[in-house]
Protein backbone atom coordinates (compact mmCIF):
# COMPACT_ATOMS: atom_id res chain seq x y z
CA UNK A 1 0.00 0.00 0.00
CA UNK A 2 1.42 3.53 -0.98
CA UNK A 3 1.15 5.67 1.97
CA UNK A 4 1.59 9.27 2.43
CA UNK A 5 5.27 8.34 3.29
CA UNK A 6 5.83 7.06 0.00
CA UNK A 7 4.01 10.16 -2.01
CA UNK A 8 6.77 12.88 -0.20
CA UNK A 9 9.89 10.85 -1.68
CA UNK A 10 7.85 10.38 -4.72
CA UNK A 11 7.75 13.92 -4.77
CA UNK A 12 10.99 14.77 -3.61
CA UNK A 13 12.78 12.40 -6.42
CA UNK A 14 10.79 14.39 -8.88
CA UNK A 15 12.25 17.45 -7.78
CA UNK A 16 15.60 15.81 -7.85
CA UNK A 17 16.27 17.33 -4.02
CA UNK A 18 18.10 15.47 -1.22
CA UNK A 19 16.06 14.80 1.78
CA UNK A 20 18.37 17.57 3.33
CA UNK A 21 17.04 19.93 1.24
CA UNK A 22 13.54 19.11 0.83
CA UNK A 23 13.77 18.65 4.46
CA UNK A 24 15.15 22.42 4.81
CA UNK A 25 12.57 23.81 2.64
CA UNK A 26 9.49 22.17 5.05
CA UNK A 27 11.68 23.18 8.11
CA UNK A 28 12.91 19.81 9.72
CA UNK A 29 16.31 18.27 9.43
CA UNK A 30 16.78 15.39 7.53
CA UNK A 31 16.28 12.84 10.35
CA UNK A 32 12.65 14.22 10.41
CA UNK A 33 12.34 13.71 6.88
CA UNK A 34 13.52 10.15 6.75
CA UNK A 35 11.13 9.50 9.20
CA UNK A 36 8.20 11.20 7.11
CA UNK A 37 9.28 8.95 4.23
CA UNK A 38 9.18 5.61 6.17
CA UNK A 39 5.77 7.10 7.91
CA UNK A 40 7.07 6.47 11.47
CA UNK A 41 6.03 10.27 11.76
CA UNK A 42 3.68 12.75 10.06
CA UNK A 43 4.20 15.96 9.23
CA UNK A 44 2.51 19.26 10.33
CA UNK A 45 0.55 21.66 8.00
CA UNK A 46 3.11 24.04 8.32
CA UNK A 47 5.37 21.75 6.25
CA UNK A 48 3.30 21.01 3.69
CA UNK A 49 2.43 24.53 3.53
CA UNK A 50 5.89 25.73 2.78
CA UNK A 51 6.37 22.38 0.56
CA UNK A 52 3.16 23.47 -1.08
CA UNK A 53 5.05 27.13 -2.40
CA UNK A 54 7.87 25.35 -3.83
CA UNK A 55 5.51 23.33 -6.28
CA UNK A 56 5.11 20.14 -3.94
CA UNK A 57 1.63 18.66 -4.85
CA UNK A 58 0.43 18.61 -1.39
CA UNK A 59 -2.59 16.88 -2.88
CA UNK A 60 -1.13 13.78 -4.32
CA UNK A 61 1.07 13.73 -1.15
CA UNK A 62 -1.61 13.53 1.01
CA UNK A 63 -4.80 11.67 -0.54
CA UNK A 64 -2.76 10.00 -3.76
CA UNK A 65 -4.55 12.23 -6.18
CA UNK A 66 -2.38 14.49 -8.38
CA UNK A 67 -3.47 17.83 -8.28
CA UNK A 68 -4.56 20.08 -11.65
CA UNK A 69 -2.74 22.97 -10.55
CA UNK A 70 0.82 21.32 -10.62
CA UNK A 71 0.68 19.76 -14.60
CA UNK A 72 2.76 20.82 -16.97
CA UNK A 73 3.73 18.79 -20.08
CA UNK A 74 6.94 19.33 -21.54
CA UNK A 75 11.06 20.34 -20.88
CA UNK A 76 9.82 23.81 -20.73
CA UNK A 77 6.48 23.05 -18.41
CA UNK A 78 3.92 24.79 -20.57
CA UNK A 79 0.46 24.69 -19.56
CA UNK A 80 -1.87 22.04 -20.13
CA UNK A 81 -5.09 23.25 -21.80
CA UNK A 82 -8.16 23.53 -19.21
CA UNK A 83 -10.23 20.78 -21.13
CA UNK A 84 -8.07 18.39 -21.26
CA UNK A 85 -6.31 18.65 -17.76
CA UNK A 86 -9.06 16.35 -16.26
CA UNK A 87 -7.76 13.31 -18.67
CA UNK A 88 -3.75 14.51 -18.01
CA UNK A 89 -4.33 13.99 -14.29
CA UNK A 90 -5.84 10.82 -14.22
CA UNK A 91 -3.24 9.62 -16.32
CA UNK A 92 -0.39 10.71 -14.02
CA UNK A 93 -2.02 9.43 -11.12
CA UNK A 94 -1.99 5.98 -13.16
CA UNK A 95 1.59 6.73 -13.30
CA UNK A 96 2.62 7.46 -10.10
CA UNK A 97 0.81 4.85 -9.11
CA UNK A 98 2.70 2.24 -11.92
CA UNK A 99 -0.78 0.79 -13.39
CA UNK A 100 0.15 1.83 -16.66
CA UNK A 101 1.68 -0.75 -18.95
CA UNK A 102 4.91 -0.29 -21.15
CA UNK A 103 2.58 0.09 -24.23
CA UNK A 104 0.62 2.66 -22.72
CA UNK A 105 3.00 4.70 -21.82
CA UNK A 106 4.81 4.55 -25.40
CA UNK A 107 1.97 5.63 -26.56
CA UNK A 108 0.96 8.50 -24.49
CA UNK A 109 4.69 10.01 -25.26
CA UNK A 110 4.03 10.07 -29.24
CA UNK A 111 0.96 11.83 -27.76
CA UNK A 112 2.29 14.38 -25.72
CA UNK A 113 5.03 15.02 -28.34
CA UNK A 114 2.59 15.66 -30.62
CA UNK A 115 1.39 18.51 -28.57
CA UNK A 116 3.74 20.30 -27.83
CA UNK A 117 4.66 20.48 -31.92
Given amino acids: ?3 IGHRLKSERIRLGLSQTA ?3 IGGVLKQAQSNYERSERYPDAGYLESLHKVGVDIL ?3 T ?3 SCSN ?3 GNEGSSIPGG ?3 IVVILIDLWKNNKLEPRMIEMLIKLIRG ?3
Fill in 84 to 86: IKP
Fill in 60 to 62: YIV
Fill in 22 to 24: FGA
Fill in 1 to 3: MET
Fill in 115 to 117: LNK
Fill in 71 to 73: VTI
Fill in 64 to 66: GTA
